[in-house]
């Protein structure tokens, strides 16, 4: 509880409440008091504030004993909307949310360009057109976090981003002097990790999250904050040198986990063992499921190559949970246990190893979910999963 009048503790205060609110789904105020450790005379000023303010709306629920139904406060969940983008390289995915998280529609363009300018502006036609759709609304698109698939800094500016050749793209000022909202703009593997914590493992607060496309990605969330580092470029784990003078990437060293363990570089062993240019993800889930022994071969040295980094990580940062998110271990059988049977080290304490349940969603609703907390200015989100 935090006692006294100043502008900044109101404000905690109703984060506190707003929290609490969301948590419970509905609360009556006798039991928010109690929950808070507030009294009721602030309760009720920073209740009536917020019904105000149409965040939240009172509702009676039934119940056995007579008399007059108790009150519940809860959250409005349409009282505003939140857009959140993955940036991937040739498409982008939206998804726009209510207040609790509840997709209320999706949309996938793709696109050929590499042209920062284009990109900019089909993401400007995009958020203009859901900003409007949002506009009757109490608070309407409250903002837009946007996922890149690259570097970005404490400052939320884009250092690198590989697939493109985007270097020092400041597209957080850029949409904001376009389009007057609150932009977010964010490295997609720390929202991967996000999306995580918020939407499923709500009672963890040291989760990690590992994402498998072109390249590797760790979010790593560290007593429920996002471990960035000292320029916010912490978890670029797929640089990570497993095999000293092995295959060189494009960083400038040699050897990178995710030369051997991201799904393209699979995908790339794959083809090379089969005379093919390239080979679609599809035809590796049926090769898999015929148990074709040139594909069972490459998949034993990929897991054990994930399974060295694994490692790597496990006894640097002693996550409690650890998330792949990667679509070859989810249609490759039994997966876990043969990377839990390859991380043995006595020295590392266990952490729980799953596979995403939100798969390539996550870095979307992880956008979604920042953009929540920030306008909500809640220091900690929990929200269910109730995907479209
Ligand atoms: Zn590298």
Redesign the pocket.
């Known amino acids: 509880m935090v006692t006294g009048d100043s502008s900044h503790v109101k404000q905690i205060n109703r984060a506190l409440i707003l929290g609490e609110i969301i948590e419970h789904g509905s609360i009556s105020r006798t039991d928010l008091a109690k929950v808070t450790g507030l009294n009721k005379s602030t309760l009720s000023v920073q209740a009536a504030d917020l019904l105000a303010e149409e965040l939240i709306i009172e509702t009676h629920k039934e119940h056995n004993n007579p008399g007059r139904k108790p009150i519940f406060l809860s959250l409005n969940e349409t009282a505003g909307y939140a857009l959140g983008i993955d940036l991937d390289g040739k498409k982008m995915t939206f998804v726009l949310t209510n207040l609790q998280g509840v997709p209320v529609s999706s949309q996938m363009i793709e696109f050929e360009t590499h042209n920062y300018h284009e990109i900019f502006r089909l993401l400007v036609e995009q958020i203009r057109h859901y900003k409007k759709r949002c506009e009757l609304t109490p608070h309407g698109l409250i903002g837009v976090a946007i996922g890149v698939h690259g570097i970005v800094d404490n400052s939320e500016l884009i250092c690198y981003l590989p697939y493109h050749q985007w270097h020092n793209r400041d597209l957080k000022q850029d949409l904001k002097d376009a389009t007057g909202l609150n932009i977010y703009v964010e490295n997609n593997a720390n929202l991967n990790a996000y999306a995580e914590i918020v939407f499923m493992h709500h009672q963890s607060e040291h989760l990690f999250s590992l994402s498998f496309n072109s390249g590797i990605g760790l979010g790593m969330i560290v007593h429920g904050e996002v471990l960035k580092g000292y320029n916010g470029f912490a978890g670029e784990i ?2 990570m ?1 497993i095999i000293p003078d092995g295959k060189v ?6 050897g ?4 051997y363990a991201s799904e393209a570089s699979l995908s790339s062993a794959v083809a090379h063992m089969k005379n093919k240019e390239k080979v679609r993800f599809q035809e590796i889930e049926h090769w898999i499921q015929v148990a074709d022994p040139v594909v069972v071969t490459e998949l034993e040295k990929y897991m054990n190559y994930i399974a060295t980094g694994l490692n790597n990580i496990i006894n640097l940062f002693n996550p409690e949970i650890l998330i792949l998110n990667n679509r070859l271990l989810a249609i490759y059988p039994n997966a876990l246990p043969l990377l839990l049977s390859k991380l043995v080290s006595s020295i590392s304490q266990p952490c729980e190893l799953l596979l995403s349940e939100l798969g390539e969603k996550a870095c979307v609703m992880g956008a979604c979910a920042l953009v929540i907390k920030n306008f909500l200015g809640v220091s900690k989100l929990s929200l269910s999963n109730n995907r479209s």
């Not at 990437?249 to 040699?254: D, E, F, L, Q, Y």
């Not at 990178?256 to 030369?259: D, K, R, T, V």
Request: charged share 10%.
């Open positions: 797929g640089h040198i990437c494009s960083c400038g060293n040699s990178c986990w995710e030369l």
